[in-house]
């Protein structure tokens, strides 16, 4: 069942005194995935709140792995286009590809943007990605 009002169950677990900071970091973090993000005061009010400043970053560090920690930050963020895998035969227990999977197979098949990846886009126009292994 889908929690309507995530912040009302959310505030009293931050609150609480007998957890510990960590466990409320995860709850915070439960909460911006929930979500797909936040806005910056509202993270800055809850971290306040909570007294978890020394290990805000923790919180913050996540737009690194391309989750979106802060709202505004998902405009900006230039999502990679994905591969279409519906056809592919797939285990019951393992339906998603992460997107390294992607950015792998276009990387053997010289596909890279060179714009977006520099360094990896420097093959020659003759290789063919029959030394890759």
Request: net charge positive; charged share 30%; no cysteine.
């Given at each position: 069942q889908k929690v309507k009002d995530s912040m009302r169950v959310l505030l009293p677990v931050l609150l609480n005194k007998s957890h510990d900071s960590y466990d409320k970091i995860r709850a915070i973090l439960l909460y911006i995935f929930s979500?797909?993000?936040?806005?910056?005061?509202?993270?800055?009010k809850l971290i306040q709140n909570v007294q978890i400043e020394s290990d805000s970053d923790m919180i913050r560090n996540?737009?690194?792995?391309?989750?979106?920690?802060?709202?505004?930050?998902?405009?900006?963020?230039?999502?990679?286009?994905?591969?279409?895998?519906?056809?592919?035969e797939t285990f019951q227990l393992s339906r998603w590809t992460p997107v390294i999977k992607d950015v792998m197979e276009d990387a053997i098949e010289n596909k890279l943007d060179s714009k977006d990846w520099p360094y990896c886009s420097r093959c020659p126009p003759t290789w063919n990605g029959s030394g890759a292994v």
């Open positions: 979500t797909n993000g936040t806005t910056q005061e509202n993270l800055d996540w737009k690194y792995l391309d989750v979106p920690v802060i709202a505004s930050f998902v405009a900006q963020q230039h999502k990679y286009p994905r591969r279409d895998r519906s056809k592919e």
